[in-house]
């Protein structure tokens, strides 16, 4: 089982999509990581050598950000947004939509799961 | 959508160049602005405005982190004070 990029080992799939396994890499990054490797993309994840799998390491490190660097991107973005007290960070801060979606109902994605507050109109209190 | 990149960011013209006399002289004293839909660009940094949110001027210390945003997205427009109480009616 090849080991790419730190602790992900994509298994018996082809390479194509087993790349997809590592976070960061999704199906257009895939792609260019096989075309630009020139490795043939039905090949299982099993079966690469050692030399295919020495290049998509290298072809990754080249330009790609994945797994910590890349969630330590995204952390440090939000976290500017919210040093800055600029809206979107304030809605980060309160766990709310940031892009202006409706909040009066859904928006359970943010918000969780839903906390029932006793005596509310339908509620038997 | 973005804006069109011919056109450049929005900058609200009377405000610039009201920075721009400020930059010149000595004095760096809070600017007072309605001008919410204004991009931030590099020249504001370091400056105090005073943003307009509908009822009140909110002040805005411009650091380099918030170029590129707008002034409005510092001064908010709403007020949330939390839900109400039921037993203790209206929190305050």
Request: aromatic share 6%; net charge positive; hydrophobic share 30%.
């Amino acid at each position: 089982m090849p080991r790419i990029a730190g602790v992900d080992i994509p298994e018996n799939k082809k390479i194509r999509y087993s790349l997809r396994y590592i976070y960061g890499i999704g199906p257009q990054t895939a792609d260019d990581i096989i075309a630009e490797t020139g490795i043939n993309p039905d090949t299982k994840a099993k079966d690469l050598s050692e030399t295919e799998v020495g290049q998509i390491i290298a072809c990754i490190e080249a330009g790609i950000q994945v797994e910590g660097t890349l969630r330590r991107q995204v952390q440090q973005n939000i976290q500017r947004l919210r040093d800055i007290r600029c809206y979107r960070g304030e809605r980060h801060r309160k766990g709310l939509p940031v892009r202006g979606q409706r909040t009066r109902c859904n928006a359970r994605t943010r918000k969780g799961r839903k906390k029932t507050v006793a005596g509310k109109k339908g509620v038997k209190g | 959508m973005s804006r069109s990149l011919k056109k450049g960011p929005f900058i609200d013209e009377k405000l610039y160049r009201k920075v721009e006399t400020m930059a010149a002289g000595t004095k760096k004293t809070p600017i007072k602005t309605w001008a919410r839909a204004c991009t931030i660009p590099p020249e504001f940094v370091g400056f105090t405005f005073m943003v307009h949110n509908g009822k009140a001027f909110k002040e805005v210390f411009v650091t380099e982190d918030m170029v590129g945003h707008k002034l409005g997205e510092f001064s908010i427009t709403r007020l949330f004070r939390g839900h109400t109480n039921k037993k203790e009616g209206i929190k305050s």
